[in-house]
């Protein structure tokens, strides 16, 4: 707890022939976080990466072919029965090449028949179009005056036709409609005819070439023959199609699986580098891994390897910091799903404490004093439970549920309350509503704690990230800690007697001592030469101003941080009169016809708007105060989680593994 | 309201907090007495911002994960813009014959043709009707299709179908605002509305200016939606002359903008201000509504052009006073 999963940098020798075996093996364990060290170590110039675009690039073409393949036939998504082998990607490649082929084939050949269905469709339509006009297609052609157009538009292109149109005298008519297309016969004056062109070519607006001759309606016979034959042969290519979907429904997914496993290991071969007769491959592992790690590569080259494995302090550029250590979370399964809530805000950084355990114990405290009702908890409790039983997808979210459940049943039992209740059983500790300035001095008493234990995480950090200058006189170093302890404490006294107890001399000496020094050597770090301030080094002046904008930054967020605690008295009194306001509102309704059912409806109804509602706010505080006050102390989230190299589950052995 | 605390409790919580790491106009004015570009870079990468428009995007998906249903559709189609700008670089980079290595690193990753085989084969087009051709239906290609198709021999001018797909994408997102329920929509059209006007200001100013578009052309182009500029607005801005602007609109938000602004590209700048107060008052009002997010979007890329233009500022040696001059962000402590 509180320490990630140490880790360890793997080096990997392995002969040439050997490296696809090892990165199966390597990826089938799923331990190993790929590390590129080919620029960075001192025998990069013995060594070249491994050159696999070619191979990598020509298996994300067959990917490309496999997606156009599964957007032309669009097949139902199928799952092999039983096991499914995957076949060589070399293969694979070939087949999925050869149904490209016929997919070309296919689109071409409906593509070409479709077109002419359209123009055909297009040709009858122009001359159906001027028929109820009782308009002949050379009457249109003669016009002097008018500048008659015919052509299609999606209908809800002819507003924007209309406001292109809304200075030029025009005159629309829908003459057919067809889904969404409308056929629109457009009339403007010829003056206008540049005008208009100009603005029809903006709407996508398709012309309709216009029957050239009287021959027109001996044209349309004939067009009607040929659009029922094009129509034949298109039905036909469209079963032809068909027949490919239902062939490749079960084909497709597999064809996929064996080449995104394949390219997945040429990615990995990405990182690695080779000389003449070795190739290298370097990663992090868990350090309980590394045995692991180190049998499955032996296994792999029946010995004919060399496994380092280093600790990251022992390497420079960990030391420097600019090769971050991936971060693996550890933590008991109860506290685990809080790695979610601390993986949003982003992973620690190698060798800074994961605040996990903590968030997750301090999330039900202040979850069971805002939400503190026994049968209120016991309720969520049981819907985290159905949530962990039944949603796999949401399992955290259920174990979060459940823990909440139990903090505010436990709450609950403190406060004496059940679903509202207050007469049931006695409290165990007192009644929120009785004494709402205990509750108030509770919740502040938290956030001095809790913010305490973000000082001390921030003061570990830093010196366990040997930041010495933080650690001591940083914003939210021992100093700063130092200047707030004795705040808390001479605040607490003046709670809890009305008198600090010292003299304000020696109050503000002690308070002012820890504050000035920091003062000072902020300003003194400000100044010292070989800063890398852009600019140059700030002057005198400008030193002093800014650690006392800084000084007084600390002090405020101080007071604020902790005040903001408050909030846990605040909701927990609300949830006490929310519960009140439905009791009174029961009582109300009790008077009416069937008062005691109605009664009984505003209890429950109101006890589950409460758990629904509040529940949530509850919730949100909780997550606030968390990110808020106590990660932006020490917690900077700028670390890299670990992604170990892992394959797949091939489909169809998902029960066997 | 019980419903719009339950979608948006978390996110404005986020959001809240994502706001406070927004860097502040204190902080670029500082950037902007950087020596140099590098140090600017190194500074930025330290504090996330080393690629702006990646740290755009990712601000994106970060949103998305916060939200459901047709409110996600509106930040989705919101961020379809950036899908529309990687059409345009495909296509200028075909028409000038130059190869997807060169161009690749400018693709957004986002949509169909973030950098990948897809975009890759477009390029392989023989010409922009071809590669019109090869595109997805949606968001672009049965629109542009049909764009090709009513060009019919008439050669076909890229610019064209650029204003086509950019319309394609703010006027999908317009529809989506309005799909949202009422609560939402009000913030979301205070948001998304200011933008499309300013979108219109400029693409006009621009259409009219640089390529001596016509009124009927230009209005085909405009952008149909917006907060404060209607249909009947829209045929001023085609129709009156430029110079007109700022009285005809003096009694919108952008009356001052325009008469402060003397070129399509200063008049950009100093609307992105208006948006950026636009954004700011929606981040005062209601927490629970689509509007803070959208809100909070706005802000960041109007920061990532802030970055970038420092960036570039540095590059080509611009003094401190003309790039702080230029810098849209508010926000301060």
Sequence with gaps: MLRSVPMKRALVLVPRRDVDAVIEAVASLGVLHLLDLSEREEWSWAVRPYDAADAARARRDTLRQIDALVRFFAPRPARPAGKAALSAPDEVARQVEVWAGEMERLRAERDRLRNEIEELERFLGSVAVLAPFGVAPQQLQRMRLLEPACGWLPAGEQERLEEVLARIPHHVVVADARGSQRLLLLFGLARDRAALERALKGTGWIPVAMPAGPDGEGDAQLAEHKLAATRDELRSVEEGVAQMRDGLAEALPLARASIERDLLLLEARAFTSRSESVVFIAGWVPAERADALRSAVEHATRGRCHVAVEEPQSIDQVRSGSEPVPILFRNPALVRPFERLTAAYGAPRWRELDPTPIVAVAFWIMFGLMFGDAGQGLVLGAAGWVIFRRVARYRDYGVILMECGIASTAFGLAYGSVFGLENVFPPLWFRPMDDVPRLLRVGAAFGLVFLSLSFGLSVLNAVLRREWTRAFFGAHGLLAALAYWTAAALALRWLATGDVGIGVGLAVALLGTPLCALWLLRVIDELRPGGDEPGGRPGALTAVLAGAVELVDVVVSGIANTVSFVRLAAFAVSHAGLLLAVFALARTVADSRFGTLWGALVIVGGNLVIIALEGLIVSIQSVRLVYYEFFSRFHEGSGLEYRPLRLRTPIGEENAT | ?333
């Design chain 2, 1 to 333: 309201m019980a419903s719009a605390l339950r979608r948006y409790a978390y996110g404005q919580a986020r959001i809240r907090a994502k706001l406070s790491r927004l860097l502040t106009r204190q902080q670029l004015e500082v950037f902007a007495a950087y020596p140099d570009e590098s140090l600017l870079s190194r500074e930025l990468a330290a504090l996330g911002w080393e690629d702006p428009a990646a740290a755009v995007l990712s601000r994106f998906g970060e949103v998305l994960d916060m939200l459901a249903g047709q409110p996600r559709d509106v930040v989705l189609a919101y961020r379809a813009r950036y899908e529309c700008e990687n059409l345009g670089v495909l296509l200028r980079a075909l028409e000038r014959g130059v190869g997807y290595a060169e161009i690749a690193a400018l693709l957004h990753p986002v949509g169909a043709l973030a950098p990948g085989p897809r975009a890759e084969e477009l390029l392989e087009a023989r010409s922009l009707a071809d590669a019109v051709s090869r595109l997805d239906a949606k968001p672009f290609g049965e629109v542009l299709r049909r764009h090709v198709r009513a060009a019919g021999a008439q050669p076909l001018e890229r610019f064209r179908l650029e204003l086509v797909a950019e319309r394609v994408v703010y006027e999908d997102v317009w529809a989506a605002v309005q799909g949202l329920e009422p609560g939402d929509r009000r913030f979301a059209e205070r948001v998304v509305g200011v933008k499309l006007d300013c979108v219109n200001l400029v693409r006009t100013a621009r259409l009219r200016t640089h390529h001596g578009l016509a009124p009927e052309e230009v209005l085909a182009y405009a952008i149909r939606g917006g907060l404060h500029l209607g249909a009947a607005q829209r045929a001023v801005l085609a129709h009156e002359p430029l110079e007109a602007w700022p009285a005809l609109f003096a009694s919108t938000p952008y009356g001052v903008a325009l008469a402060a602004a003397g070129s399509p590209p200063q008049l950009e700048a100093e609307l992105a201000r208006v948006l950026a107060r636009a954004a700011e008052r929606v981040l005062g009002a209601s927490p629970f509504q689509l509007g803070l997010m959208l809100a909070y979007l706005v802000l960041v890329e109007l920061q990532a052009a802030d970055l970038r233009r420092l960036l570039e500022g540095k590059r080509l040696q611009r003094p401190e006073e003309w790039l702080g001059a230029g810098l849209v962000t508010r926000r301060g402590p």
